[in-house]
């Protein structure tokens, strides 16, 4: 016989495994210090490049490396712009390497539209992407960028100087990468968008777009943190800014919102999970808890031990068989069965690599 009391503890620990992130810097020829994502060449990767070297509106890629398809560019003049920018024609802003740049005016873009895989997926996935731009920084301001689908929190911006421009002191060539990440995607075609700010022309140099698709749909605790927009500080696996009780690897590992305060426990309606949440148990028709596991927990290296205890001192992991009983694409409510005894409490363990 069972009693009603019980208690769920959610404990995280952090296992003794660095992280490492590695970024490799290269510089090419056709475009000056590219910063080269780590993934690139792998399987299942593309590579688009546009050095804009005349000055077509549809320009093709100088450097290519997609099997799905040729990717499409397109740019758009806005208001006040200068056009292409001839190596031949003094003071245009040419290039770094002088070899031709867009002067797109305000709120000007340049699209590339591209496949990253054969065919649509038949089961969500993940696009990894990294951009790259060089683009000039004197009388003219640095465009941002777009990936229609994707919030502007979901993208990091790392700037850097690429050259000096030697006619305007003062005047630079900045290296923009912007890198971010589409997940439970279903689409196969996706684009990339640079854009001119409404009230100041840019110039773009080039421009280079690099897609990862990882068929899984792994989403590790890192690229999650990253599409979170956290606040600095706050990114880390036991931070809890949201003040409700759960740390940050424990709403990645339950699938809840880190940046909204949402304690309860998730909530099924038949198959279905109608809200995510802390764990919970049901008494009937016999007792069992009920935990929230990500659907990638075994690519992703995430951890979880029911256990339980008669004295919440002593916990022993259930070997018993679990039960899914319902899956909303991100995460599975995982039904595990209590051992008999008079009294026994439950508890999930996470670790999150
Ligand atoms: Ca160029
Ligand atoms: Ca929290
Ligand atoms: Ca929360």
Redesign the pocket.
């Known amino acids: 016989m069972l009693s009603e009391q019980m208690t769920r503890k959610f404990s995280g620990w952090l296992p003794a495994v660095a992280v490492a992130v590695l970024v490799v810097g290269m510089s090419e020829v056709a475009t000056a210090a590219t910063p080269f994502p780590a993934w690139d060449g792998e399987p299942n990767t593309t590579r688009q490049g546009y050095a804009f070297t005349s000055r077509s509106l549809t320009p093709a890629a100088d450097i290519l490396r997609n099997p799905y398809q040729t990717p499409v560019a397109t740019v758009t003049l806005g208001a006040l712009n200068d056009g292409w920018q001839d190596p031949q024609v003094p003071w245009a802003n040419s290039g770094v390497l002088s070899d031709g740049a867009w002067d797109i005016g305000k709120a000007g873009t340049i699209t590339v539209t591209c496949k990253v895989a054969a065919t649509p997926p038949a089961t969500v996935y993940r696009i990894d992407f990294l951009v790259y731009a060089v683009a000039y920084k004197g009388l003219t301001a640095m465009p941002s960028f777009e990936c229609p689908g994707l919030p502007a929190s979901a993208l990091t911006l790392t700037q850097a100087t690429v050259a000096t421009d030697p006619k305007f002191p003062g005047a630079t060539w900045e290296g923009l990468k912007w890198i971010g990440y589409f997940d439970n995607v279903t689409t196969n075609t996706v684009s990339f968008v640079i854009k001119s700010p409404s009230n100041n022309m840019s110039v773009i140099d080039t421009y280079e777009v690099f897609t990862k698709v990882t068929g899984t749909g792994v989403i590790n605790y890192d690229a999650w943190a990253l599409e979170q927009g956290f606040v600095a500080g706050t990114a880390g696996r036991l931070d809890?800014?949201?003040?409700?009780?759960?740390?940050?690897m424990l709403?990645y590992a339950f699938a809840t919102n880190?940046r909204a305060s949402d304690p309860g426990p998730m909530i099924l309606s038949g198959t279905a999970i109608t809200r995510r949440g802390a764990p919970f148990v049901k008494w009937s028709p016999v007792p069992y808890a009920v935990f929230a596991r990500r659907d990638d927990y075994l690519t992703s290296g995430v951890t979880y031990l029911a256990q339980f205890s008669s004295d919440m001192k002593s916990w022993t992991t259930s070997t018993a068989a679990m039960t899914v009983l319902a899956d909303d694409g991100v995460i599975q409510a995982m039904s595990v069965p209590f051992p008999a005894g008079p009294k026994q409490f439950f508890r999930v363990w996470v670790s999150v690599p």
């Open positions: 809890n800014p949201d003040n409700d009780g759960r740390i940050n709403e880190p």
